[in-house]
């Protein structure tokens, strides 16, 4: 993982990285047996590895209208997607500004940049015209994808380009929206409508590095300004496949299961540990743009959600809130927490709430850069590695 800096900043960096390690060193290692991780994969073939095997299986579910995209149909679409980028101009090494909230087409256009080489950089549509466009300007966007009603964000800061579909150019921009096209704004392109005119193969065949970047997503900005971080396609193969690859009793993720994503997939941890482990695993996921009490229930009851992955507000949602009672949400097979850590009486009512579910943390190692899904510890594994390929290393100073 690289974080993308200040140029004056560089040498720090490289300084750091040239001293020389300390002379005692003690590893650690996972007890769980080691996995063949197919890190030499395009992120986008590893993850649709499974869709011959399921290709009648949901994929993606929009939660709120019922649409459903099989395994089949999804992996369609993210190529004829991918053509349609690739007509737009769009090639290797190129960057793709998805600005949306969850939906299909951020799935589908995020695996369609894969498939040409191209690196998406998600934004959230919340921000203001200036947080975009410091974001748009950082990560050097070729092409925006987004919803009509964001577009005069992209219109009221006078730095963006002029946005023209019919020109391509320094100085004017090409923006997808995915309304219907009736709703397309002035000189945007409507996102099916390029769909359903391109051809899946015309897909050019592109050489794609395992140190190539796939995803440039940025930092909430915590401690300081929010900072872009290159995500490779082996770090993210890599990431996915300690999660959801091998034997392992804190796998949280199968063929079968529904994944709640209702975590923007603008953040990392539901594009990586929700989005990407269930397309690898052969799961669904149903996908909903925004957290509304009602509406997640409602989803969750309707879609059979086996996995919920939260965060704390959320999870004080589910163990307190009077309206889950209403509702059936015995499927739920996992709750999977992540972002901050949970205080026990929290985790304890929820347990009540949902008495059927093993309940996890996703735990961020900061200096590894890993994730580790904990639900179950053998007696003799306190002080140990749980985490498959992960090492951790102690160093005497």
């Not at 951020?106 to 695996?111: E, I, N, P």
């Not at 997808?176 to 000189?187: S, V």
């Not at 009512?349 to 949902?354: I, S």
């Amino acid at each position: 993982m690289i974080t993308v800096a200040a140029p004056e900043a560089q040498p720090q960096v490289a300084a750091a990285v040239d001293e020389a390690p300390p002379e005692a060193v003690t590893v650690f290692r996972s007890k769980l047996p080691d996995i063949d991780i197919p890190s030499h994969l395009p992120l986008h073939e590893y993850c649709f590895a499974r869709a011959a095997e399921l290709p009648d299986a949901p994929c993606l579910i929009a939660a709120a209208t019922g649409r459903t995209y099989t395994f089949a149909e999804t992996r369609l679409l993210c190529r004829r997607a991918a053509a349609a980028l690739h007509r737009l101009g769009v090639g290797h090494g190129d960057r793709v500004m998805v600005l949306l909230q969850n939906c299909v087409e951020f799935a589908v256009a995020f695996f369609a940049a894969s498939f040409l080489g191209a690196v998406t950089t998600a934004a959230n549509p919340f921000c203001t015209p200036q947080e975009i466009h410091k974001q748009f300007k950082a990560s050097g966007v070729k092409l925006i994808l987004t919803q009509s009603v964001y577009v005069d964000k992209l219109r009221q800061h006078e730095a963006f380009p002029r946005i023209d579909a019919c020109t391509v150019g320094d100085d004017t921009l090409t923006v997808i929206t995915i309304d219907d096209d009736e709703a397309t704004p002035e000189g945007c392109l409507p996102f099916w409508d390029l769909i359903a005119d391109a051809d899946e193969g015309s897909v050019p065949e592109v050489a794609i590095s395992p140190d190539d970047p796939v995803a440039l997503p940025f930092s909430s900005g915590t401690t300081g300004l929010p900072k872009g971080v290159v995500l490779t396609h082996r770090s993210v193969v890599s990431g996915v496949a300690q999660q959801v690859d091998g034997e392992n009793p804190n796998l949280h993720m199968g063929a079968g299961d529904v994944a709640l994503c209702v975590l923007p997939l603008f953040h990392i941890f539901s594009l990586n540990s929700v989005l990407l482990c269930a397309v690898r695993a052969g799961a669904a996921v149903a996908l909903m743009p925004r957290f509304e009490m009602g509406a997640m229930l409602g989803a969750i009851e309707r879609w059979r959600v086996t996995v919920a992955a939260v965060v704390p507000p959320l999870v004080l949602a589910l163990a307190k809130n009077p309206f889950v009672e209403r509702h059936d949400l015995s499927s739920i097979r996992i709750v999977l927490s992540g972002a901050a850590p949970l205080g026990k009486e929290l985790e304890d009512a929820l347990r009540a709430r949902l008495p059927q579910a093993i309940f996890g943390q996703v735990v961020f190692y900061k200096r590894l850069h890993k994730v580790h899904f904990i639900h179950a510890i053998p007696k003799s594994a306190s002080g140990k590695i749980l985490r498959r390929e992960l090492r951790a290393k102690l160093a005497a100073c």
